[in-house]
């Protein structure tokens, strides 16, 4: 059975405004543009910085995660729905976000970009 083929996806299009967005991309990538209102987990960070995870991310609402085309989102997202949580992996990652509009903002507010 293909990995890809397991991990349960949601497509940019199915987010609405206020889903809890969990972003895994590397501190750089992070720095140069993200969603506005995500939460930055560095999946080179995420297993010890979990229970930031487990305290901001709703009781009983989904999380969605996010990188830069969806392979590392993949990752935590499976690690996730492991751990019980209701996890998606947002297909395409930030690059199918910014191809749909979607704002792209630097730690400034500014308008940023996806590396």
């Given amino acids: 059975m293909n990995f890809a083929a397991r991990v349960p996806t949601v497509e940019i299009t199915d987010l609405k405004d206020g889903d809890f967005l969990l972003d895994v991309r590397e501190d750089d990538e992070w720095q140069a543009g993200h969603a506005e209102g ?11 910085r979990y229970g930031e995870l487990t305290e901001a991310a709703p009781q009983d609402g989904r999380v969605h995660v996010i990188c830069r085309s969806g392979g590392r989102s993949a990752q935590v997202t499976m690690y996730l729905v492991q751990q019980g949580i209701d996890a998606v992996n947002v ?3 930030m690059q199918v976000w910014q191809a749909a ?15």
């Fill in 91 to 93: 297909d395409g990652g």
């Fill in 101 to 115: 509009g979607r704002p792209v903002i630097t730690d400034e507010g500014e308008p940023g970009s996806v590396l």
């Fill in 38 to 48: 995500a939460l930055h987990i560095p999946i080179s960070e995420f297993v010890a």
